[in-house]
T-cell receptor
Framework: NAGVTQTPKFRILKIGQSMTLQCTQD?????MYWYRQDPGMGLKLIYY???????DKGEVPNGYNVSRSTTEDFPLRLELAAPSQTSVYFC?????????????FGPGTRLTVT | QKEVEQNSGPLSVPEGAIASLNCTYS??????FFWYRQYSGKSPELIMF????GDKEDGRFTAQLNKASQYVSLLIRDSQPSDSATYLC??????????FGTGTRLLVSP
């Protein structure tokens, strides 16, 4: 199993450009998440999905969009990139359970908006 | 706003000592608690999860939970230089969404 994979690893965007961050998991997990991590900070939830066709906002959704057409894929779309979106983006997945056994993270995408 | 608080550190301990990392949370309804380790430039890696009051041990790691005091801790016994990393405390909300603390940086000196 590859686990959770993310592409690209690094990206530089100009202000106003758009891009899609890709996330795929091969663990058949129902739940998937997108976080951003700013330097010296914890992770903030952007969006999450509990299954194909079902998504919802997290703590910091403004400026982002998601879709979930399959169990495996959960892309994150940035529209009109702004310098405030410079961050490291992590995708994660988990499986529902009585208490949950935590989330498994992808390697991250380091995004710079200039 | 649900919050998770951690001392940012750094916490410095000598090799072989016990490292004690602490975390408090604001939501009394929280059920599940997690400790992640994050090396610089890498993604978080799950170390432990706990959801019952008391201690849970896994190798050199022990997680402790006190729901009455809204307090979670992680003890690392026989600390090694390879344990030097940032340790993130996280609390689960609905649909296993996690609220993270800002992390405690641990430095283990040889």
């Amino acid at each position: 199993n590859a686990g959770v994979t993310q592409t690209p690893k690094f990206r530089i965007l100009k202000i106003g450009q758009s891009m899609t961050l890709q996330c795929t998991q091969d663990m058949n997990h129902n739940y998937m998440y997108w976080y951003r991590q700013d330097p010296g900070m914890g992770l903030k939830l952007i969006y999450y999905s509990v299954g194909a066709g079902i998504t919802d906002k997290g703590e910091v959704p403004n400026g982002y969009n998601v879709s979930r057409s399959t169990t495996e894929d959960f892309p994150l779309r940035l529209e009109l990139a702004a310098p405030s979106q410079t961050s490291v983006y992590f995708c994660a997945s988990s499986t529902p359970g009585l208490a949950g056994e935590g989330q498994y993270f992808g390697p991250g995408t380091r995004l710079t908006v200039t | 706003q649900k919050e998770v608080e951690q001392n940012s550190g750094p916490l410095s301990v000598p090799e072989g000592a016990i490292a004690s990392l602490n975390c408090t949370y604001s939501d009394r309804g929280s059920q599940s608690f997690f400790w992640y380790r994050q090396y610089s430039g890498k993604s978080p890696e799950l170390i432990m999860f706990i959801y019952s009051n008391g201690d849970k041990e896994d190798g050199r790691f022990t997680a402790q939970l006190n729901k009455a005091s809204q307090y979670v801790s992680l003890l690392i016994r026989d600390s090694q230089p390879s344990d030097s990393a940032t340790y993130l405390c996280a609390v689960s909300t609905g649909f296993q969404k996690l609220v993270f603390g800002t992390g405690t940086r641990l430095l283990v000196s040889p």
